[in-house]
């Protein structure tokens, strides 16, 4: 190889580097503006509200569908997301007449201080205020999908007589079952941060907080009476279904614990497997 060749090496490989690094603080950001969710509700003949916890844009943001004078469902997203992940169950006509449905950006992602992630005591201080607000009187159901299932276990721990029930999606709420991952703190503590596109930055950032923060948790599952039901994949990859296995054994002076074990399914069971939780969240109406 030439010197001339490897100096054309080296140039196309800096304007490669410059182009991903400028790609990635731009795009990848896993969010919907909320002129765009507005048009989206109305073309199915839906309403839709738009809020914040704070004032001006700052706090928890956060979308309301369906009657203020029903029972909540209450979402919380996995990592990375936004509160349109949980789009199509607050489009869902069956779920709004029984139901309000709020679902929430998390802390470093969508419009809630999007891009630093906060750690997993942080982010429930800062989503119990949405709860606060909203406080309607009526019962509360938390759902919450991947690391939003350790969101609303803890949630529910710090305030046991505040929820009517809790739904773990394919909730990776184990300390013990959670991968090594050491390559994770090459993009938190070197340069190589840079390279993390979009929402994958406050993801792997909050990733390597809550395998931490899972201990935590582990020692405050008595406070948990309330019903809970785990819904997992027994093929998903991402999070292992021996999450399920932690938390009936967690909860076993729990008599009101439901286990919902899905053939062949893998982690995005909350939209390739609509009908199964829409049934199930359908029934939460009757306890």
Not at 91 to 106: G, K
Not at 173 to 180: F, G, H, M
Not at 196 to 212: H, L, Q, R, T, V
Request: proline share 5%; net charge positive; aromatic share 12%.
């Amino acid at each position: 190889m030439t010197g001339k060749t490897k100096s054309k090496l080296r140039i196309s490989f800096l304007i490669f580097l410059g182009c991903w690094i400028v790609f990635a603080q731009s795009c990848m950001k896993f969010r919907i503006s909320d002129s765009k969710a507005k048009q989206e509700f109305a073309q199915r003949g839906l309403q839709v509200s738009f809020h914040y916890t704070g004032v001006n844009e700052t706090g928890v943001h956060y979308v309301k569908s369906g009657a203020d004078s029903l029972p909540t469902l209450f979402f919380v997203h996995g990592s990375p997301g936004s509160w349109d992940a949980f789009k199509i169950y607050m489009m869902d006509t069956s779920l709004l007449q029984h139901f309000r449905i709020i679902s929430v950006d998390r802390p470093g992602f969508g419009y809630t201080g999007f891009g630093t992630a906060l750690k997993l005591e942080e982010q429930c201080l800062l989503i119990n205020k949405v709860i606060e607000k909203e406080n309607n009187q009526k019962p509360i159901h938390l759902i919450g999908h991947s690391i939003g299932g350790p969101v609303i276990v803890y949630m529910a721990q710090n305030h046991p007589s505040a929820f009517a029930s809790l739904t773990i999606l394919a909730g990776s709420i184990s300390p013990y079952e959670e991968p090594k991952e050491y390559w994770r703190y090459l993009f938190v503590y070197t340069p190589l941060k840079v390279l993390m596109p979009g929402a994958f930055k406050p993801s792997n950032d909050e990733i390597i907080y809550f395998k931490k923060d899972l201990y935590h948790i582990d020692a405050m599952y008595e406070a948990l009476k309330i019903p809970v039901t785990f819904i997992h994949g027994d093929k998903d990859k991402f999070v292992t279904v021996k999450n399920v296995e932690y938390g009936k054994k967690k909860l076993a002076n729990n008599p009101n614990v439901k286990v919902i074990i899905i053939p062949g399914a893998n982690h995005f069971i909350p939209w390739e497997h609509f009908d199964l939780i829409r049934a199930h969240l359908l029934s939460l109406d009757k306890r």
